[in-house]
């Protein structure tokens, strides 16, 4: 019932955002195409009623870039993403100074450090001496590490496809499991604060609401407040940007929960583990070794959050309901 109830849902909600997508489209097209992680195409639309026959268009589709992270005595990762942020000419980091730019977060240093801090190769920022952007190919970010000899490597000189998680067989999934750290537990939210966290993810995903075809992820803090929030065509991409933003300004995300726009999968909740997240609450549903993970590592899984309506699937009790009484399965 919940797939049908989220399926029609899902459907109301297309309809009313495109218009907004048609007037974004017609804005970018004014603006001589000023929001990255976007590019205009021709398409064919097929009107509801089906006469007239299909339609020339001008529409607007998510741009899928090539990003290579290369880590120093590690290994190299190929990303497919979406570079939704105009680049920095010269964006990098050092341990002894920090972000060197005027951008505080730089996007691709943020995926970068957030895809290596998720697959656990580094701890934290402290595990990074340097970071950069190579000037010559844009394309390639370049990292060292304080101490290579440290870092916990699952898997090294791979591409990974903007839906790509843990692909493989029952063993890798075991292995991700061992190192994954049990959560705090001193998050309480109201179930009514889901729905104005979702509408203010939506408010800042200018590419989703451009092309539909983007996925977004927002930390947000114990009063309700959005920190940050990141899209990109990947789901895993945009947890990582934000998880990364929130290491590059050195915020602490233990105690904070992530909303996202996607399903939930194993490998989402591992990320949330590891950064520390209490709740994970999706569009979406959550797949079956996404809430065993969730349970072992005592985070609160959301599905199928769209207006007032949520299910959970672990650990209720940081979800404050009126008139509500959790207990233990």
Known sequence: MEAVAYLGAELATEQADRPIRMALAKKAASDGFG????????????????????????CWVVEEQALSIDIEGVGSYTLM???????????????????????????????????????????????????????????VVRMSLVDPG????????????????????REVPDQTLAGLPEVSDTLRIAA?????????????????????????????????RVLCVAEDLGRHNALDKVIGRCLL????????????????????????????????????????????????????????VRGANATIYAHPGRVQTSGVRWSAA
């Open 249 to 304: 300004r050195k915020w602490p995300m233990a105690g904070k929960g992530v909303v996202l726009s996607s399903r939930v999968t194993l490998e989402m909740v591992s990320k949330a583990a590891r950064a520390g997240l209490e709740i994970v609450a999706a569009v979406s549903a959550p797949s079956s070794l996404a809430i065993e993970v969730a349970d072992r590592c005592g985070i609160t899984l959301c599905g199928f």
């Open 150 to 169: 440290k870092a916990k490597v699952r898997r090294r000189d791979v591409v990974l496809s903007s839906s790509c998680g843990i692909c493989s067989s």
């Open 81 to 139: 993403w979406t570079p939704t942020e105009h680049p920095e000419p010269a964006a990098g980091y050092l341990d002894s100074e920090g972000i060197l730019g005027a951008n505080a977060d730089p996007e691709a240093l943020a995926l970068a450090v957030g895809f290596a801090f998720s697959e656990g190769i580094i701890r934290g920022l402290g595990d990074v001496r340097t970071m950069a952007v190579c000037s010559e190919h844009p394309g």
């Open 192 to 224: 009514t604060h889901f729905m104005p966290l979702m509408q203010a993810m939506r408010r800042r995903q200018g590419v989703f609401l451009t092309t539909g075809g983007a996925h977004a992820a927002a930390i947000f803090s114990s009063d309700g």
């Open 35 to 58: 929001q990255p992680g976007i590019r205009a195409t021709m398409a064919y639309r097929i009107p509801a009623s089906g006469a007239g026959g299909a339609a020339p268009e001008q």
